[in-house]
């Protein structure tokens, strides 16, 4: 079975510092994986998605994340931090079989400080 | 375009009331359909999905239900709210593959 594990529960940094969220995947299979966002009592946004091609993948608000088979990881990085990125982050990995279904981790709290 | 609307954005019940949580989409057909339920401090739980009108799978058994009486109209619903039903309700849509999926804004119930 497919499954994420986000290592952090809460990360802090400083405003223009580079953020680093860990996410590691389980699956049998070449896996999809995404990263949502989720900003305070709103819907979840997608940041990037890896679907088997580039294995480094940009996203939106100069988030990128990289696929690394040997490690199982997909981590998500971003060069500076801005006071916006502070939210929660969720990864993802898309279940085989039908309907297309998702699978969550439970999410690292980005917080970001002057 | 395609757009999500999900409907209240919050929503305060006593417990034994009933439930009716509605997600529409417009833009597309023949989307997929899902209800997440995000509880405090927790990641999120799929709980309904739909292929398809009259389609529905449940991922967890609970106390609410699902229903898809149209194509793009999605309905969470519950004939008697327990305490441990609070928390964030997400509709989503997905048009299948490797897409990932559209989430509405969410619904915050509160049962008291």
């Known amino acids: 079975a497919q499954s994420v594990t986000q290592l952090d529960s809460h990360v802090s940094v400083s405003e223009g510092t580079p953020v680093l969220l860990r996410c590691n995947y389980s699956?049998?299979?070449?896996?999809?994986l995404f990263w949502y966002v989720q900003h305070p009592n709103k819907g979840l946004q997608l940041l990037l998605k890896?679907?088997?091609?580039?294995?480094l993948v940009k996203g939106i608000n100069g988030f990128e994340a990289e696929f690394k088979k040997s490690e199982t990881s997909f981590h998500l990085t971003k060069p500076s931090a801005h006071m916006s990125d502070a939210a929660e982050y969720f990864c993802?990995?898309?279940?085989?079989?039908?309907?297309?279904?998702?699978?969550f981790g439970t999410g690292t709290q980005l917080k970001v400080e002057l | 375009s395609q757009t999500i609307h999900q409907w209240p954005a919050t929503l305060v019940q006593p417990v034994g009331s009933p439930l009716s949580l509605e997600c529409t989409v417009e833009?597309?057909?023949?989307?997929?359909l899902y209800w997440y339920r995000q509880a405090a401090g927790r990641g999120l739980q799929l709980l309904f999905y739909?292929?398809?009108?009259?389609?529905i799978s449940s991922e967890v058994p609970q106390n609410l239900s699902a229903s898809r009486p149209q194509d793009r109209q999605f309905i969470l619903s519950s004939k008697k709210l327990l305490l441990s039903d609070s928390g964030f309700y997400l509709c989503?849509?997905?048009?299948?593959?490797?897409?990932?999926?559209?989430f509405g804004s969410g619904t915050r119930l509160t049962v008291v």
């Open positions: 890896y679907t088997s091609a580039a294995t």
């Open positions: 833009g597309t057909s023949n989307p997929n």
């Open positions: 993802v990995v898309r279940l085989t079989g039908g309907g297309n279904k998702l699978t």
């Open positions: 739909s292929v398809g009108i009259g389609q």
């Open positions: 699956s049998s299979y070449s896996p999809s």
């Open positions: 989503a849509w997905s048009g299948g593959g490797d897409y990932g999926y559209t």
